[in-house]
């Protein structure tokens, strides 16, 4: 059974800093794409941020651009996001995910890539 188990969330103060952490397990992904995207109360689910397989190629949501960074780990099957200079408007639940489809993708363009494993989610809450 394929699990994505995200943790790191948390409540923050606007300015601070938290790291969250996606952990896989039940098949490697070391091949594949992984994301992070995110849905605030009363909002559609948005995409925050992917890496693919080799970490060559990144994508980020605008909004998020030179304050988030994702990352990930091969050998332990795991992502990361490391999240900067947060405001309230970053309030959401935020969700790990992997591709299954497409092994050693390499292109752009990786928000508009099918998710295919989801976590449960984390909750992010930033105070003003």
């Known amino acids: 059974q394929v699990q994505l188990v995200e943790s790191g969330g948390g409540l923050v103060q606007a300015g601070g800093s938290l790291r969250l952490t996606c952990a896989a397990s039940g098949r490697t992904f070391s091949k594949n794409t992984m994301a992070w995207f995110r849905q605030a109360p009363g909002k559609e689910r948005e995409f925050v941020a992917a890496i693919n397989w080799s970490g060559a190629s990144l994508d980020y949501a605008d909004s998020v651009k030179g304050r988030f960074t994702i990352s990930r780990d091969n050998a332990k099957n795991t992502e990361f996001l490391q999240m900067n200079s947060l405001k309230p408007e970053d309030t959401a639940v935020y969700y790990c995910?992997?591709?299954?489809?497409?092994?050693?993708?390499?292109?752009?363009?990786?928000?508009?890539?099918?998710?295919?494993?989801w976590g449960q989610g984390t909750q992010v809450t930033v105070s003003s």
């Open positions: 995910a992997a591709d299954g489809d497409r092994p050693y993708y390499s292109g752009s363009n990786l928000k508009s890539m099918l998710y295919r494993y």
